[in-house]
């Protein structure tokens, strides 16, 4: 017989009724290994308990709390000197605790790009805040070399942080304002072995340029599409020996649902995917996501798409408003939010759809970007207030109310089209906005539409050909005062 000693959980043990103390009791568990089973011997500390009678003094046992960090047993847990809340069995756990810790400590505090960067990585998700991306390649990464390049630059900076080398925040944030940020990568990523440096790290010695102040944007910019937009025309079925402004004067003559394709295609190419500044976020349904994860998950999906059809019934799914359909026939997931996007997607959608994509443009924005000078189609100006407009601001309050609508874990966007359609607006959104009591009169006056119909009508609450609107009655939103916001 072996015996072996094994450290366990309290918690589990306690919660899978192994042991009846309580869950701050340390032990340790020896079990009898036989080939394919083990036995449960009895529970011992030999560092706690100097003299054990019998198991049944176990529960004599000197209760100990539990380190929110590393999860084992300890006594006189040390507090967070600075939020007084956390709790840590060590320096160790609290140093290791803290990138991830600072955001609950110093809440409304401003926190540098790297500990940013490294929360983005601990979620595995590209960053999205515009200050870290421009900090760290992702934004010069999107601009010059595409979607994939953000991928290999996230799993780079997760190695980076989480895996071999785990470099703390504070010293990546040293080497960026020190301009020895690649440097730096270098240098840790070669402390290890080169078989333990992994997959991001090559990629990365060929691509340093995206950390590299001094590369021209510009000529990066132009090889990186001219490549992509060769690469997804061959992808789709066009010649090879095609020049730049052959394949630019066929894309064109095709219709717009199939020339649609073509351009998502290019970013399918380089495994990226639409962003909310093209009209794609939305005829594709990208605009149908809440957060980057599902953002992501939708890309992946159609990943998995192309790989498997043709492009002939890709192109033949979108023109048809069948793309969920395709989903189906190869297994592939997909939300009721997209769905209800696609039905009629790219000709007709519910207008609360081009509400979304108008108010993911404002939040993806940053002065002086496309996205920051984004104003709504005239379907949502006429349905959601922004035809109410008298005085400067109005268009921010209704901005900052839907942004808030959408940020909330139960939004639902068909719902917010019923209560659009039914004119309720100003009840449907008072709990997922909670306004000021002075800004109620100012909201009470510009959450009003022409809704409910007298009757019903088929084209209520709907974009028609991704602007089209068909007015129903009062004046038309184009005459209405539209001042600076």
């Known amino acids: 017989m072996n015996l072996v000693g094994i450290p366990i959980s309290p918690k589990t043990l306690t ?10 009791t340390v032990v340790r568990l020896s079990i009898r290994s036989t080939p394919g089973k083990y036995t449960l011997e009895g529970f011992i500390d030999l560092t706690l308990i100097p003299r054990l009678g019998s198991a049944s003094h176990i529960s004599q046992m000197e209760p100990m709390d539990e380190c929110p960090w590393c999860e084992m047993p300890a006594k006189n847990l040390r507090r967070c000197s600075r939020c007084k809340k956390a ?6 756990c609290q140093k290791e605790a803290w990138p991830s810790h600072i955001f609950k400590c110093q809440p409304g505090q401003h926190i540098n ?3 940013r960067l490294y929360k983005a990585c601990l979620g595995d998700v590209i960053p999205t805040d515009e200050e870290t991306r421009e900090d760290y390649g992702f934004a010069k990464a999107a601009r010059t070399m595409g979607g994939r390049s953000e991928n290999m630059l996230c799993g780079l900076y997760r190695g980076l942080f989480l895996f071999g080398p785990q470099i703390p925040p504070k010293d990546v944030h040293k080497w960026r304002l020190e301009g020895r940020l690649v440097q730096g990568i270098k240098d840790a990523f070669e402390t290890l072995p080169p078989a333990n440096r992994g997959g991001y790290f090559p990629w990365f010695l060929e691509h340093q340029s995206v950390l590299e102040t001094a590369v021209p944007d510009d000529e990066l910019i132009l090889g990186y599409t001219s490549n992509a937009i060769r690469s997804a025309w061959i992808m789709t079925g066009g010649s090879p020996s095609d020049s730049l402004n052959v394949i630019d004067t066929k894309i ?8 649609a394709c073509h351009i998502i295609y290019r970013g399918f190419s380089d495994l990226a995917h639409p962003n909310p500044i093209q009209d794609e976020w939305i005829d594709f349904g990208f605009v149908a996501t809440s957060n980057s994860s599902e953002e992501h998950a939708l890309g ?4 998995a798409l192309i ?71 005239r379907s949502v100006t006429a349905d959601y207030g922004y035809m109410n407009y008298r005085k400067a601001g109005d268009g921010k309050l209704l901005d900052t109310a839907y942004k808030r609508y959408f940020a909330h874990p139960q939004t639902d966007p068909i719902a917010l089209h019923e209560a659009c359609i039914q004119g309720n607006l100003l009840p449907y959104l008072a709990p997922f906005v909670h306004w000021k009591a002075s800004q109620k009169k100012a909201y009470t006056r510009l959450l009003k539409n022409a809704y409910p119909l007298p009757q019903p009508f088929e084209y209520a609450g709907i974009t028609c050909n991704g602007g089209v609107t068909i007015h129903i009655r009062g004046s038309d939103p184009d005459a209405a005062s539209t001042p600076s916001r």
Do not use: N
Not at 87 to 92: A, G, N, P, Q
Not at 252 to 259: A, D, F, H, T, V
């Open 300 to 303: 992946v999906a159609y990943q």
């Open 87 to 92: 709790t840590y069995c060590s320096e160790k």
């Open 307 to 377: 790989r498997v059809c043709t492009f002939e019934q890709f192109c033949t799914a979108h023109e048809s408003s069948s793309i969920p359909a395709l989903f189906e026939r190869y297994g592939l997931q997909y939300t009721r939010h997209f769905r209800d996007v696609m039905a009629h997607s790219p000709y007709t959608r519910k207008s609360v759809w081009d509400l979304k994509h108008y108010v993911d443009k404002v939040k993806d924005g940053a002065p002086g970007d496309d996205a920051s000078e984004a104003t709504p189609v």
């Open 252 to 259: 064109r003559g095709l219709s717009p649902p199939r020339r």
């Open 113 to 115: 790009t790297a500990y």
């Open 15 to 24: 919660t899978t009724g192994l042991l009846p103390t309580s869950p701050s």
